[in-house]
């Protein structure tokens, strides 16, 4: 057991409610309604990552992350508990992910519901907001989207919720610039720092295009 795990631990969840109460404050349409508002803050206050507490995941994190000895077993009981989690915690795609006996059904991509979709953003983004970069998330996507197995419908919505929180980074983005040139105004909101500057149809392509079209953000209470 060690306080660095429990530091990161703690710093992660915190990072990952941030995201969450970012979008709450800024993109409050993308939940669709309350409830869902609701369900997405009460799974990330109490229950987000809560099974990396337990022995079977917390022991073998530990050892792979702040055991300074990455040895063979160490890794080997790492990529077992990173599979229990997945098991447990419907906010991975992974989860979604059905293998089934029969070869001619192959390997399907479920529907993930919307509220884990939201989540998973706010987990992905958590790295970008410990790093003071809140852009990062986009160049982490593009970089894994073609190896990131998902159902058709929920890529579209997952990049719906993506492409408004680029928006309104942007647009904050745009508004403290304009508040900089007035004295005593934009410190305020210059929490966010972008320092990427990006065209988003390089980023996220042409899928993006696809999902507004298709009015993807009326199916969000979906
Ligand atoms: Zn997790």
Redesign the pocket.
Known sequence: MSIQYDEYLQQHKDAVYKGFLWMKENIPEIFGSDDMMSKVDYNIKFGH?ASKENPDEYQAYDAYFYGKNRSAQVVEDFNYAWLN?IHK?P??WQHWILHNDDPKEGVKCLEMPYEYIIEMIC?WWSFSWNKGNLWEIFEWYDERRDHIMLNDITRNKLQAILLAIHDKLKSIEINIDINANTPGAGAASAVIEPKIEMNINDILGDALGKAIQGGLMNNAAQ
Do not use: K, S, Y
């Open positions: 990552d989690h915690n906010h991975h987990d």
